[in-house]
């Protein structure tokens, strides 16, 4: 069940608010309602993996009182390695192994990868760490701590919150669902379902009119580019739609998350794109490893080669996060692409050239940027070699009329406004509900209704299967 389905907002929404604010009084008790109905909401997604998620809960709650800290990292890092991971090592271990003759064989398992195991690991790995830094002390509220855990707004795809602030929160969870928070969340989740299911998937029906094809021979520069283009928006739109709604259902629960995106395509440089896209993964990654890193590194080598440790901790950083994205090469590569591109950066900005701080810098950041998802979006190695050399015009040119010839008109309006919000800097919720009016309230509504009556159920968010 996703969290803008008609199921979900019609019924289990309302049900569970009414509950949650109407029959439950006590702290405690509503705290126990979000515990045992997150587990029914992940459930729907798969009853099999709620063992995995409470036993990683518990034993992280458990690690962290007893001061086992590395114990807890290392056994949410494995279940995450073996369920993420498994078949893709596996492949490859076999396929050596046979090369040198070597009798090791490893069982492909073909493994199903649980409902948001690589957000609620990270959730875990972050509060042992803080604990370890001394950051705040380990919770001896193990309710509260499994509800942070699996609070279900954010389980499927984040954002990722730290126990300091979620955890906190639940601590104290209002009395009575305040106007304000009630606004911000029906305002939040409208422009989140209003994103998905008017832009983010037109743009997915777009793409499956066949635009773009990783054949062998390539389709040439104007298709790839085009391809590019649309899946950049579209991911945006997407991922953007499913953290507007996370944070709205959040704010209906008296729950305030961080936010996750901040008009991400504005940005003129790879650092400041990273501040802006995903913010609770790249925030995650900064804390945990970039800055740890970098400070090893500069420990080691000295302050001489004080921007050779930073370009090295850049570089790493980008590749794991690569890495977290999925088991596929393609996908990795697009890590340490924008590791390089985090460092050629930082070598352009200590050298400030009169064009860094024009519009010149922001094309061709956003030019270089939307290459890369040629490799994001690439099935495998042999189809990002194809769509490179189409994206670098040695396959050909092309055909713009051919695409214009398959483009539905009544597509054409969607791919329009899409492309205007993503770049307004005004795409997100939070930009918007700086507006207070009554007839803006009243609109809202109105779209709310409208998008529910008039369309389908929403594909599946993206980010999900990360």
């Known amino acids: 069940m996703q969290i803008i389905s008609r199921v979900f907002l019609l019924s289990f929404l309302p049900i569970s608010l009414f509950i949650y604010w109407k029959l439950i009084r006590k702290q405690r008790g509503k705290l126990w309602f979000l515990y045992t109905l997150s587990l029914l909401f992940y459930g729907l997604g798969g009853f099999q993996f709620i063992p995995l998620l409470v036993g990683l809960s518990l034993i992280t709650f458990w690690a962290a009182r007893r001061n086992l800290i590395w114990v807890g990292v290392a056994l949410n890092l494995v279940a995450l390695g073996f369920f993420k991971y498994w078949d893709f090592g596996a492949y490859y271990i076999i396929n050596i192994t046979r090369l040198i003759k070597l009798p090791i064989l490893l069982p492909i398992l073909k493994v199903a990868l649980p409902l948001g195991l690589s957000y609620y690991v990270f959730k875990h790995v972050g509060y042992l760490l803080d604990v370890k830094k001394g950051r705040y002390p380990a919770t001896n509220d193990m309710l509260t701590f499994a509800t942070f855990s699996v609070f279900f707004p954010q389980i499927s795809a984040g954002p990722i919150s730290s126990f300091q602030d979620t955890g906190q929160q639940l601590r104290s969870l209002p009395e009575r669902l305040s106007s304000d928070n009630a606004y911000r969340g029906f305002f939040h989740i409208t422009i989140g379902l209003a994103k998905k299911m008017l832009l983010a998937d037109r743009l997915s029906s777009i793409l499956a009119l066949g635009i773009y094809q990783f054949d062998s021979s390539g389709t040439g520069l104007i298709n790839a580019w085009v391809f590019v283009l649309l899946q950049g928006f579209r991911l945006y739109l997407d991922f953007s739609s499913y953290s507007d709604a996370a ?153 713009l009329s051919q695409i214009y010839q398959r483009f539905p008109q009544d597509l054409l309006i969607p791919l329009m406004v899409a492309i205007l919000i993503a770049l307004s800097g005004s795409s997100e919720a939070a930009d918007m509900i700086r507006v207070r009016k009554r007839w803006f309230a009243v609109l809202i509504g109105i779209v709310f209704a409208l998008i529910i009556m008039s369309t389908g159920e929403p594909t599946d968010f993206t980010y999900v299967q990360f």
């Open 247 to 399: 944070l709205g259902i959040g704010y209906l629960f008296g729950v305030t998350l961080p936010a996750n995106f901040d008009n991400p395509y504005l940005a003129k440089t790879p650092s400041s794109f990273w501040e802006k896209w995903h913010i609770s993964l790249s925030l995650w990654f900064r804390i945990y490893i970039f800055s740890p890193l970098s400070r090893s590194l500069l420990k080691r080598w000295g302050s001489a080669r004080r921007m050779l440790a930073q370009y090295t901790a850049n570089f790493i950083t980008m590749t794991l996060i690569g890495i977290w994205h999925g088991a596929n090469w393609a996908i990795i590569l697009w890590g340490t692409y924008h590791g390089l591109l985090l460092n050629i950066w930082a070598w352009i900005s200590r050298n400030k050239p009169q064009w860094l701080d024009t519009k010149f810098n922001h094309v061709v950041f956003f030019t270089t940027f939307m290459l890369g998802w040629g490799a994001f979006f690439s099935p495998n190695l042999d189809s990002l070699v194809i769509i490179t050399k189409d994206l670098f015009g040695l396959n050909g040119l092309g055909s």
